[in-house]
């Protein structure tokens, strides 16, 4: 099956866990793993689809052996399962990464629609990917909207900081990508 049918498949019948209206793009992908490569070491990546932002890491430079992804529909599992050999792909949900992945990666990327999800959720998986991360890895993030996922005082609260590092208008709606670091 092509990788837009499984995805507009997966849209109509689980809507609110896919929450786009269509793939990542290229460029977004791009956008997203522009911090990372071959010098990073682990990267994980919370809610992979059906690999787009995956694609944009594996392109650049980081190995297969060094990729871990957390997703939580079995259909995308299995399709990023044969679509990617060496990577390891977790059926579970990004919050749980500190129970399956030791401390000390470079860098967690995440395509998991925060902005759709309860705050206490939001905060959890944020908190997940801090506990892995190592001193300097970072998070990166995209949204739809102008904002990253948490509030200026949860940030504060997690002691993170952020920017806007890139805003993709080739993507389908146009996306901004935050990245995160410990203050």
Do not use: C
């Not at 992804?69 to 079995?74: D, I, R, S, T, V």
């Not at 990577?87 to 995440?110: E, Y």
């Not at 925060?114 to 997940?128: D, E, G, N």
């Amino acid at each position: 099956m092509s990788e837009t049918l499984l995805f507009f498949r997966q849209l109509i019948s689980r809507p609110l866990q896919v929450s786009a209206i269509a793939p990542s793009s290229r460029f977004l992908a791009k956008a997203m793993a522009k911090d990372i490569g071959p010098h990073t070491g682990r990267v994980v990546e919370f809610g992979p689809g059906t690999g787009r932002l995956t694609e944009g890491a594996l392109n650049a430079g980081v190995r297969p052996e060094n990729l871990t992804l957390f997703e939580m529909n079995p259909d995308f599992v299995t399709h990023l399962r044969a679509r990617f050999p060496g990577v390891t792909v977790h059926l579970a949900g990004a919050q749980t990464a500190p129970d399956l992945v030791a401390k000390g990666v470079g860098a967690v990327i995440s395509g998991v629609p925060l902005l759709s999800m309860p705050m206490a959720l939001r905060k959890s998986i944020m908190a997940a990917a801090f506990e892995i991360l190592g001193p300097e890895g970072i998070y990166v993030q995209f949204t739809y909207g102008p904002r990253p996922a948490l509030e200026e005082a949860e940030l504060k609260n997690l002691g993170l900081t952020w920017k806007q590092t890139a805003y993709v208008p080739l993507n389908l709606p146009p996306a901004r990508v935050h990245t995160f670091r410990k203050a």
